[in-house]
Each structure stands twice: as C-alpha cells, then as structure tokens.
C-alpha cells in the first residue's frame, strides 16, 4: 500500500522545539521530491519547505525562514522537519507530500502537483 505517514506532532510552549517526521512506504520516498505543508482553520495551506531528491535542494516559506530544517534520510525513506522557535501561529496540521517531475516546477513555481498526501500530525503551540 501507498502511503506516508506524519509523526512527531504534539502541544508545545512558544518558543519550544518539535521534530516531525515522514516516512514513506509501498514506494521509494528516494525519488520524490517532498514537501511539508501547514493548514490551519481559515487560512489557506501553506507549503513551509520543500526538499529535493537526491540533491538535498530546499527552500522555506518566508515565515518559517531561519527556524525550520528540512532533512531527508533516503536509506530510512524519512523525510524530517526540525521546528525551532515555535509560535502560537505555527499552530495546525503539518503535512508531508512527495512528487515528481522538475524540483523548481514543483517547489518554486508550483506549477505541478503533488502526487502522494499523508493525513497529517498535529501541532499545537500554546502556553
């Protein structure tokens, strides 16, 4: 079965850290492109980073730049993002999605979809 599942979500203090986590399985995450998204009630999603296959490339959303970290173990087919910082705003759902095709078409001008979603971990930052 195809799938990717999130972990590592969980109730944090601002200012506190978080380590998610994505791992693939019923197909090789090594070739996929993957990015972590965040949904919140009443805002649109919003991709917060993006990491490319093989390479390592990434980039970051302009309000998740500076504190996030977005790593890849292919020989795990896990996907990581380190959340530093964390802020009541950072608060929703966090979810991976792997694709294909051209790193800058899919993670820069979006301009191509993702082809697998996880479910998504929830993170809640509230004092």
């Known amino acids: 079965q195809v799938q990717l599942v999130e972990s590592g979500g969980g109730v944090v203090a601002p200012g506190g850290s978080l380590s998610l986590a994505c791992v693939s399985s019923g197909f090789d995450l090594r070739t996929y492109h993957v990015a972590w998204f965040h949904e919140a009630p009443g805002k649109a999603r919003e991709k917060v980073s993006c990491?490319?296959?093989?390479?390592?490339?990434?980039n970051y959303a302009t309000s998740v730049q500076g504190r996030f970290s977005i790593s890849r173990d292919d020989a795990k087919n896990t996907v990581y993002l380190q959340m530093n910082s964390l802020k009541p705003e950072d608060t929703g759902t966090y979810l991976c999605?792997?694709?294909?095709?051209?790193?800058?078409?899919?993670?820069?001008?979006?301009?191509?979809?993702?082809?697998?979603w996880g479910r998504g971990t929830q993170v809640t930052v509230s004092a």
């Open positions: 999605a792997a694709g294909g095709g051209r790193f800058i078409e899919l993670c820069v001008i979006e301009t191509t979809q993702f082809r697998h």
């Open positions: 990491i490319e296959s093989e390479i390592g490339t990434s």
